[in-house]
């Protein structure tokens, strides 16, 4: 899909378990992913900055190192997209490799359809635009070179945070943005700011009642408990 | 000095019925010849021997042959005798008074002894009628000690033997082993002898220390001390004390004997539980990997015979289960974490529209078109939790309450705000839960009567209520009537 004309995407995909490797070899070089191996830490990083590969497929749990560490490691150096793909499900791990660098994280088992959505969600938000983000579904559009979102065609007044909010998450559409990472790009604060939290949630609230159209059951910008918010594409 | 006054006082008592005999003598004495009132005396020294023994019944017969002598023989009031014939008299009155002493005291002794055998028995009758109605260790022990020491007024431990290491019983609770009786009590268990005072090893202690023993192995010893010291004890206590013993070894065997079939019991029970269990588990993880080996081996073999559409139908399934199977999974995980109470709690405010609704989403594929109405009104605080863990355990009442309720019939979902913190009410309109099986929903595995046809492992309420219980918070259920299933689930706004 990627890469039928185009130059094959180049995947590193770092497990230990040889037969997840292998599984993941035969299931992505179809859709023209070309797949390099690493099945531990030292390996990964020497591959990663030696082979330049398009984008990392990481497990957390390697034998001589944690994916955290290695994440980390990898973002002093290289930008390249890391998506983690790990049996830990706990929201501490996301955070903590979220806000490490990583871009994405699926949680084993995952399926096929799932892992390739937020490979191409990753590479979408990593090449590099000019352009204000645009943002468009059947009821909200969101314009930011000209600073306007409609909703049904509805032109609504949003506050310069909620606007701000609205276009942090348009920009990582799909990915899971951290409280963290949301504090410290909308108000440059870390999360130790008195009442930042909550000011997040209410400004979150706010602007589901302006945006959606049942905010009992937001339809775009969902909570990842314990983790933070996303903004789905499409339902 | 309380012995010796008693002892006067027999005497004087003595005295005093030779005295009324002696009236009695004069009084009468005018018809009866002087040698027949020697039978007043005889029944004066009867009476002194069956009442208070030898001593006073011996002094009765001397005083009785002086004071007749006196008071009867002629010349009167003289200790001279006229007739030496009375000579007799006096010696046949002495040697009969002595004899007749002699035998009453000893029928006296007979009577004293029956009776201290007699109280022996009740004692030790009192003491295993207690200690056949206890069922525990410790009353056994408190029975014995209070026992003891009431009977004999001496102190009372007691060693038992458990699993290798001596402890020691006394006043009521376990206490540390005292340096001076370890090594005795240790010998005495060692050597299945008493030992202490009043024994061949080491008499000097102040403690007798008698060993408990059941058939062929010691249990334990019983050390007795006197509060008063004495020179040895008396041979009566000391049989009492063995008889004691005696019973203590049973009471204690006894107890252990219950205590190891209570053990096996419950041994037996939790076996079968486990196996019950374990069918119930295997079945669960091996249905939906039938499916699943199934579906990947009929691909293999497949040389393009299957269709399609039935080639799809079989991998949906198979997808399927393995979904299933890693639910299971999760599930067993959770409830394990829950037991183990090695779940953390990843505390944060939230708002609780927000936990509704990301609920509401977990389950939205189940939900299909069914109505789900929500009722959320009036100031709602935020509540500080593990919003995935409650967002997982309003999952399970949602996903119960789909399954338990017509395809097409609504599901309601309200919040409001409660004295400690917040209500969430989740109502369907199914059959309800009978209400024999209300008080097992919570229970671990348990899976209602009408749930054969379910998919479902019986974790999803006990991981529930695992869940909100950590949080400090409480779920109830009430059902019945066919009126449908209402959950309520009180959070409090902190932990």
């Keep these: ?235 | 000095m309380l012995l010796s006054t008693k002892k006067t006082s027999h005497y004087l008592l003595s005295m005093g019925v030779v005295f009324l005999m002696s009236c009695v003598g004069l009084m009468i004495h005018k018809h009866f010849e002087p040698t027949n009132l020697v039978m007043l005396y005889l029944l004066a020294v009867v009476i002194s021997a069956s009442l208070w023994g030898r001593g006073p019944a011996i002094a009765t017969s001397l005083v009785s042959v002086l004071v007749f002598d006196v008071l009867f023989v002629p010349p009167r009031f003289k200790f001279t005798v006229a007739d030496t014939q009375y000579i007799l008299t006096f010696i046949g009155l002495f040697v009969v008074g002595v004899m007749i002493s002699e035998l009453a005291s000893k029928l006296r002794e007979h009577a004293l002894e029956a009776s201290r055998r007699e109280a022996q028995t009740a004692i030790l009758y009192r003491l295993s009628r207690d200690l056949t109605t206890t069922l525990n260790l410790t009353d056994v022990l408190d029975i014995i000690c209070a026992h003891i020491e009431k009977v004999t007024r001496g102190e009372v431990k007691i060693y038992l033997q458990q699993e290798g290491v001596l402890r020691q019983w006394a006043s009521g609770t376990w206490t540390s082993l005292d340096e001076g009786d370890e090594p005795i009590a240790r010998w005495v268990v060692e050597n299945a002898r008493p030992a202490g005072a009043g024994t061949s090893h080491i008499p000097s202690a102040n403690a007798r220390y008698l060993p408990l023993k059941t058939g062929d192995q010691t249990v334990g010893v019983l050390s007795y001390c006197a509060r008063e010291l004495r020179n040895g004890m008396e041979r009566n206590e000391s049989v009492l004390l063995d008889a004691m013993a005696n019973q203590c070894a049973l009471a204690i065997e006894r107890i252990r004997l219950l205590e190891e079939n209570r053990n096996m019991e419950l041994l037996r029970e939790r076996e079968k539980l486990y196996t019950t269990l374990l069918n119930s588990i295997s079945h669960d993880l091996r249905t939906p990997l039938v499916a699943i080996t199934g579906t990947l081996s009929s691909l293999m073999e497949d040389g393009g015979i299957l269709e399609r559409a039935s080639l799809r139908e079989i991998i949906e399934t198979a997808f399927e289960e393995s979904l299933r199977l890693n639910n299971i999974v999760g599930d067993l995980l959770d409830i394990t974490r829950i037991e183990a109470g090695a779940l953390r709690l990843n505390l944060q405010p939230c708002d609780v529209r927000d936990i509704i609704s990301v609920s509401l989403d977990h389950v939205r594929e189940k939900m299909g078109r069914r109505p789900v109405q929500m009722d959320i009104v009036g100031e709602i605080p935020e509540v500080v939790c593990d919003m995935s863990l409650i967002v997982k355990a309003l999952a399970f009442v949602l996903d119960n309450a789909i399954k338990y309720s017509p395809v097409d019939s609504p599901i309601f979902v309200s919040a409001r705000a409660a004295e400690p913190g917040v209500n969430i009410i989740i109502r369907d309109c199914g059959e309800g839960i009978p209400a024999a099986e209300m008080e097992h929903i919570f229970r671990k595995f348990f899976r209602g009567e009408h749930s054969h046809n379910v998919p479902g492992l019986g974790l999803g309420l006990s991981i529930c209520k695992g869940i909100i219980e950590t949080h400090k918070g409480n779920i109830r259920i009430e059902s019945g009537g066919g009126k449908g299933t209402t959950v309520t689930i009180m959070l409090p706004e902190t932990v």
């Design chain 1, 1 to 235: 899909m990627a890469g039928d004309t185009e130059k094959a995407l180049r995947v590193l995909v770092v497990d230990d378990e040889k037969s997840i490797r292998r599984f993941l070899m035969a299931s992505l070089s179809p859709y023209g992913y070309n797949i390099t191996e690493a099945s531990c830490a030292r390996e990964a990083l020497v591959l990663a900055f030696t082979s330049h590969p398009d984008v990392i497929i990481l497990d957390l749990g390697l034998p001589d190192m944690d994916g955290v560490d290695v994440t980390r490691e990898l973002r002093e150096k290289i930008k390249t997209p890391i998506v983690i793909l790990s049996i830990r499900e706990h929201e501490n791990d996301k955070v903590a490799a979220l806000d490490a660098g990583a871009d994405d994280y699926l949680t084993k088992p995952f399926g096929m359809g799932e892992l390739l959505a937020r490979l191409r969600a990753v590479m979408r938000r990593f090449v590099p635009t000019d352009d204000a983000p645009f943002f468009k579904t059947a009821d909200l559009c969101g314009d930011f070179s000209r600073r306007t979102v409609t909703v049904r065609g509805e032109p609504i007044h949003l506050t310069p945070t909620e606007y701000d909010i609205l276009r942090l998450l348009v920009q990582n559409e799909g990915k899971v943005l951290t409280h963290r990472q949301m504090i410290k790009q909308i108000w440059d604060k870390d999360e130790s700011s008195e009442g930042i939290y909550h000011l997040l949630r209410v400004t979150i609230s706010n602007l589901r009642n302006k945006i959606e159209s049942d905010p009992g059951r937001p339809a775009y910008i969902l909570t990842d408990p314990g983790v933070g918010y996303r903004l789905h594409p499409d339902r």
